[in-house]
Nanobody, 115 residues
Framework: QVQLVESGGGLVQPGGSLRLSCAAS????????MGWYRQAPGKQRELVAT???????NYADSVKGRFTISRDNANKTVALQMNSLKAEDTAVYYC?????????WGQGTQVTVSS
């Protein structure tokens, strides 16, 4: 089992940057595909970015070229660097660890992009 704790959210102006971090505890972190998802008020949770255990990445079209996912297996962390933030990026961001039929979620961190 994996426990996930997100951090790094906050209030930022349009065009600004934030770096989210997700710290994992438990065994087997390196075998999990790690991902970031977000959920805006009144909307369904959506994929932002994922990285497989082999390092392959996938991004939502809306964040390509602005967001970068990375992972550090030795320290059991995954990060999301978010640049050129827009108001529509405002949401609660969740970290996910996925393997086979298992998914583990963090509690989420709020990102608000507003002037």
């Amino acid at each position: 089992q994996v426990q996930l704790v997100e951090s790094g959210g906050g209030l930022v102006q349009p065009g600004g940057s934030l770096r989210l971090s997700c710290a994992a505890s438990g065994r087997g972190f390196s075998i999990y595909a790690m991902g970031w998802y977000r959920q805006a008020p009144g909307k369904q949770r959506e994929l932002v970015a994922t990285m497989t255990s082999a390092g392959s990445t996938n991004y939502a079209d809306s964040v390509k070229g602005r967001f970068t996912i990375s992972r550090d297996n030795a320290n059991k962390t995954v990060a999301l660097q978010m640049n050129s933030l827009k108001a529509e990026d405002t949401a609660v961001y969740y970290c996910d660890a996925h393997w086979a039929a298992l998914d583990y979620w963090g509690q989420g961190t709020q990102v608000t992009v507003s002037s």
